[in-house]
C-alpha cells in the first residue's frame, strides 16, 4: 500500500507536498518522492527511508513549482531498491512523472508488449514504471499536435483498456497540468478537492481526504470508478468518466485497516464504519457465547481502538489500555520481511501488568495478517499474568493473497489459508477465537450508502474483482519465494 498526493497551487508548493506525504506516512514508510513541475522543468527528490529522512530543508526549498505531486512507498517482495522509489518519470512524449497506489496484475505481460510493439524498455520490477510507459506511449499515440484534455482522458483510456488490477495515480505532464486517475472498480482510493487562495482557486488529490482536512482544503469528491480529472496550466479543472468503467468494488481492507480513522472514502467514513465493526463482532459474541467470562476488552493498538470501545460497552465489560505502543516503530504489518516484523513486535508493544494479572482478558485488532504478531501478543499476555486470553479480529479470516497492492501475496504467509478457526486458534495460542463475519463487516463498512455495486473482500472471500489468470497466483507465490530467498542470502 503507497500513498499519493498531488498539487495544483498558486504559490510554491514543495511544502504542503512534503506536509502531505507526512499525513500519509501510515500508508508507506519505506521510500518518500516529490516531483515538481517549474515551467517546463521537473524538480524531484526522492529516497529510502521516512519523509522526515528523505527530504532537509535545502531538499524541499530546491522543487520550485507551483504544482507537484509525492509519493510514500512501503515495499512489497521484490521491490524494494532505490531506482523503484517513486514518481517516476520518462521524458517522451513531452515529459511525464507519475505517482502509483495499488498493482497491475498483467504487469509481465504489459512489460513484454512494451518492448515488442511500443519499443519501450522497462528497467525496474516495479509495475508503477510499467503503468507510466503505458500512459506515455498512449499520449503519444493519440495523435501529433497540441496534448489537450481530451487528448489526455484518451490515452487514460487506453490504460484503462490496457492494464488490469488496482491503481490511484497522480501525474504531472510537462506543458499540460496535473492529472489523477483511478482504475475502472474504484479499488484504490483518490479524493479531490479544492480551495480558494487569494491568487485563485488551487486543487489537491490524495489518497484520503484526511489531508485535504489538513492542509485547508475542501472536497470535492472521490473519484469515481474509470475517472480522471486533469487540472490544466491555466487552472480549469476538465474531468472524464471512461468508458471502461465497472460497477463499484473499493477495497474492504481499505476500511478495516489502512485508512486513518479521520479520514473519508466514497463518502464512508473510516470512523463510522469501524464503530459498527465493534457492533457487529459483540453482537456475534452475545449471539454464540452469551455466558461469556471476559474481565476486561483490550485492545491492540491503535487501528482497532475505534472498534473496541462499542464492543466493550455492549458486552457490559471495562475497556482497558493494557498495551502500550511506542510510536517510533513502524507498522509491523507493512514492514519489509518475516524476521523483521517479528523483531519489531515486542519493542513496539508492551504490557501494563496490572490490566492483565488475574483476569479474562479479549483482546481486539482489526484483523488477523500472518499471525506473527497475534502470537506475541497473546504470549505477552500470558507473561503479563492472564489468566485466559481470547483473541477477537474485526475482520473475517484473512484466507487469500491481495493482488491489488496489499503486500500479503503469498497464500503460504497467512495463517488462516487451508486451516480451520480452532487450527488457527492452536497455532496462534489463544483459548478462544472470535472472527467477524464477511456480511457483518461488508454491511458494517457500508452503512447507509447503497450506491457502493458491493467492496473487493477478494483476500477473506477468494473473489478477485477483475478476474486473475490460469496459474497467476501460483507464479505470484513462486516470485515472491524467490525474492525472499534473495533477501535471506544478501542479509537485507
Known amino acids: 500500500m503507497c500513498g499519493i498526493a498531488g498539487i495544483f497551487g498558486r504559490t510554491e508548493v514543495a511544502a504542503r507536498l512534503y506536509d502531505a506525504m507526512t499525513i500519509l506516512q501510515h500508508r508507506g514508510q519505506d521510500a518518500a518522492g516529490m516531483t515538481t513541475l517549474d515551467g517546463n522543468r521537473m524538480r524531484s527528490a526522492r529516497g529510502i527511508g521516512l519523509v522526515r529522512d528523505v527530504f532537509s530543508e535545502r531538499s524541499v526549498a530546491g522543487l520550485t513549482g507551483e504544482i507537484g505531486i509525492g509519493h510514500v512507498r512501503y515495499p512489497t517482495a521484490g521491490c524494494d531498491r532505490p531506482d523503484e522509489t517513486q514518481p517516476m518519470y520518462v521524458n517522451a512524449p513531452c515529459g511525464i512523472a507519475l505517482g502509483h497506489n495499488g498493482n497491475l496484475i498483467n504487469s509481465e505481460e504489459l512489460s513484454a508488449e512494451l518492448f515488442a510493439r511500443d519499443r519501450r524498455h522497462i528497467n525496474t520490477e516495479s509495475d508503477s514504471e510499467v503503468l507510466l510507459n503505458i500512459l506515455a506511449h498512449e499520449v503519444a499515440a493519440h495523435g501529433s499536435a497540441r496534448i489537450t484534455p481530451e487528448r489526455v482522458f484518451s490515452a487514460v483510456d487506453g490504460v484503462h483498456r490496457r492494464c488490469r488490477g488496482g491503481y490511484a495515480t497522480v501525474a504531472l505532464i510537462a506543458g499540460v497540468g496535473l492529472l489523477g486517475f483511478r482504475d475502472p472498480h474504484g479499488i484504490r482510493p483518490i479524493v479531490l478537492g479544492q480551495r480558494e487562495s487569494r491568487d485563485g482557486r488551487e486543487y489537491i488529490m490524495a489518497s484520503e481526504s484526511v489531508v485535504l482536512d489538513l492542509l485547508g482544503f475542501d472536497l470535492i469528491s472521490d473519484l469515481a470508478p474509470g475517472e480522471s480529472a486533469l487540472i490544466t496550466l491555466d487552472g480549469e479543472l476538465h474531468r472524464h468518466v471512461s468508458d471502461q468503467a465497472r460497477p463499484h468494488t473499493p477495497c474492504l481492507f481499505e476500511y478495516v485497516y489502512f485508512a486513518r480513522p479521520d479520514s473519508m472514502i466514497d463518502d464512508l467514513s473510516i470512523y463510522k464504519a469501524r464503530l459498527r465493526m465493534g457492533e457487529a463482532l459483540a453482537e456475534k459474541i452475545l449471539r454464540e457465547w452469551p455466558d461469556h467470562d471476559i474481565d476486561a476488552v483490550i485492545p491492540v493498538p491503535d487501528t482497532s481502538r475505534t472498534a473496541c470501545l462499542p464492543l466493550s460497552q455492549m458486552l457490559g465489560v471495562k475497556y482497558r489500555e493494557g498495551l502500550i505502543k511506542n510510536r517510533y516503530i513502524g507498522r509491523t504489518f507493512i514492514m519489509p520481511g518475516q524476521e523483521e516484523r517479528a523483531r519489531s513486535v515486542r519493542r513496539k508493544l508492551n504490557t501494563i501488568s496490572l490490566e492483565f494479572r488475574n483476569k479474562n482478558v479479549l483482546l481486539v485488532d482489526d484483523s488477523i495478517v500472518r499471525g506473527t ?114 533477501e535471506r542470502r544478501t542479509g537485507s
Open 373 to 486: 504478531t497475534s502470537r506475541q501478543i497473546i504470549q505477552m499476555a500470558r507473561e503479563a499474568g492472564a489468566r485466559k486470553v481470547y483473541l477477537a479480529s474485526a475482520s473475517p479470516p484473512v484466507r487469500y493473497p491481495n493482488v491489488y497492492g496489499i503486500d500479503m501475496p503469498a497464500a503460504s504467509e497467512l495463517v488462516a489459508a487451508g486451516r480451520s478457526e480452532s487450527e488457527i486458534r492452536e497455532r496462534i495460542g489463544a483459548d478462544r477465537l472470535i472472527y467477524q463475519e464477511l456480511p457483518d463487516l461488508e454491511k458494517a463498512v457500508r452503512g447507509k450508502n447503497r450506491r457502493l455495486a458491493g467492496f473487493d473482500s477478494s483476500c477473506f472471500s477468494g473473489r478477485y474483482v477483475t478476474g486473475l489468470a490460469d496459474g497467476y497466483l501460483e507464479e505470484l507465490e513462486a516470485r515472491r519465494a524467490d525474492a525472499v530467498r534473495q
